[in-house]
C-alpha cells in the first residue's frame, strides 16, 4: 500500500481532458504546496512534468496541469493525445522521516 | 545527452547480495544528491537511499543496514550495495537525481534495473 492513494486506472478519448487523483494526509499534500507529477512512458524514465502542485518544468506541454484541494492533489491533461497513454505517479514532501512520499501510480488508457 | 543509466540487476537467493550501478552522463554525480528509488511490482515508488553532494546519507527504514549507497567520482557512477536481500527487496530500482528546486523533486531518471530476491 502506498503512501499516497491515486486510481489505478482512469481512461479517455482522444481530444478529451482527464483528471488523476493523488490523496495524502495533513502531513504532506494537505499541509505543503510541493506535490509532483512524473510520466512514465512503458519500458522508459520517468519523467518530471509538475512540481510545486502547479508549475511545469521547462518544456513540458501546457496540456499538463496541477492543482490541490485539501488533502487531495490532481492533474489534469487536456486535449488528450496518443502520445499521453502512460502511468502517471504523483509525489509531496512529508514532515515524516521519509525522503519523499510517492502515490501507487495510475495507468491512463487512450482510448 | 544527458541520462542515467542502470546496471546490476538480475536474479538473487533470499539472503545474498547484489550490487547495483548507476552510470551518468552530461551529469556530474556529484554535483546534486542522487537517489535510488524502487517499485516493487503492483506497487508505488519508493525513495531506499539517497546520497547527498557533501556525502552525508539517507535510507529509508526497510533497507537501513542492509544497503550502501556510494559514488565513484572517477568514474562518475553511483552505487547501490545491497546484503542481506529479501523477497520484499526484489523491485525495479531507479537512479535518480534530485532537483535544483527542492531535493524532494528528482528530475532526472534512468530506465531501471530489475531485482528478483527469490530461492
Known amino acids: 500500500q502506498s503512501a499516497l492513494t491515486q486510481p489505478a486506472s482512469v481512461s479517455g478519448s482522444p481530444g478529451q481532458s482527464i483528471t488523476i487523483s493523488c490523496t495524502g494526509s495533513?502531513?504532506?499534500?494537505?499541509?505543503?504546496?510541493?506535490v509532483s507529477w512524473y510520466q512514465q512512458n512503458s519500458g522508459k524514465a520517468p519523467k518530471f512534468i509538475i512540481y510545486d502542485v502547479s508549475h511545469r518544468p521547462s518544456g513540458v506541454s501546457n496540456r499538463f496541469s496541477g492543482s490541490k484541494s485539501g488533502n487531495t492533489a490532481s492533474l489534469t491533461i487536456s486535449g488528450l493525445q496518443a502520445e499521453d497513454e502512460a502511468d502517471y505517479f504523483c509525489s509531496s514532501y512529508t514532515n515524516s522521516s521519509s525522503y519523499v512520499l510517492f502515490g501507487g501510480g495510475t495507468r491512463l488508457t487512450v482510448l | 545527452e544527458v541520462q542515467l543509466v542502470e546496471s546490476g540487476g538480475g536474479l538473487v537467493q533470499p539472503g545474498g547480495s547484489l550490487g547495483l550501478s548507476c552510470s551518468a552522463s552530461g551529469i556530474t554525480v556529484t554535483s546534486k544528491y542522487m537517489a535510488w528509488v524502487r517499485q516493487a511490482p503492483g506497487k508505488g515508488l519508493e525513495c531506499v537511499a539517497v546520497l547527498y553532494s557533501g556525502g552525508r546519507t539517507y535510507y529509508a527504514d526497510s533497507v537501513k543496514g542492509r544497503f550502501t549507497i556510494s559514488r565513484d567520482k572517477s568514474k562518475n557512477t553511483l552505487s547501490l550495495q545491497m546484503d542481506s536481500l529479501r523477497a520484499e527487496d526484489t523491485a525495479v530500482y531507479y537512479c535518480?537525481?534530485?532537483?535544483?528546486?527542492?531535493?524532494?523533486?528528482?528530475?532526472?531518471w534512468g530506465r531501471g534495473t530489475l531485482v528478483s530476491v527469490s530461492s
Open positions: 535518480a537525481r534530485s532537483s535544483v528546486l527542492a531535493y524532494w523533486y528528482f528530475d532526472l
Open positions: 495533513s502531513s504532506d499534500v494537505g499541509a505543503y504546496n510541493f
